[in-house]
């Protein structure tokens, strides 16, 4: 079993930035694919940005390519969501997901463990 509890959410305003963290129990961290997902009202959860259990590979949605950056340190049992340039259609609640199949690593199929999630709020 793992927990997962993020942080780093809040209020910005466009144009700005903000670092969410995850950090989970458990001692097989670094054995997990990490990602991060975001749900905003009235639309379903979609996939932001995921990263290897080793680091070594990344995957973005094309809507946050080049302004997010996912990052983990396994010494620590925390992933990061690096978020700059932030626009209004950021504004959601992020969650963190752990997962241990590398196939679908970009939808929540390819995902077991959940965090309870972050509000983003990206004022104009």
């Known amino acids: 079993q793992v927990q997962l509890v993020e942080s780093g959410g809040g209020l910005v305003q466009a144009g700005g930035s903000l670092r969410l963290s995850c950090t989970a129990s458990?001692?097989?961290?670094?054995?997990?694919?990490m990602g991060w997902f975001r749900r905003a009202p009235g639309k379903e959860r979609e996939f932001v940005a995921a990263i290897s259990h080793s680091g070594g590979a990344t995957h973005y949605h094309d809507s946050v390519k080049g302004r997010f950056a996912i990052s983990r340190a396994n010494a620590y049992n925390t992933v990061y969501l690096h978020m700059n340039s932030l626009k209004p259609e950021d504004s959601a609640v992020y969650y963190c997901a752990a997962g241990s199949s590398t196939v679908a690593i970009t939808t929540t199929q390819g995902y077991i463990y959940w965090g309870q999630g972050t509000q983003v709020t990206v004022s104009s």
């Open positions: 458990g001692r097989l961290f670094s054995t997990y694919h």
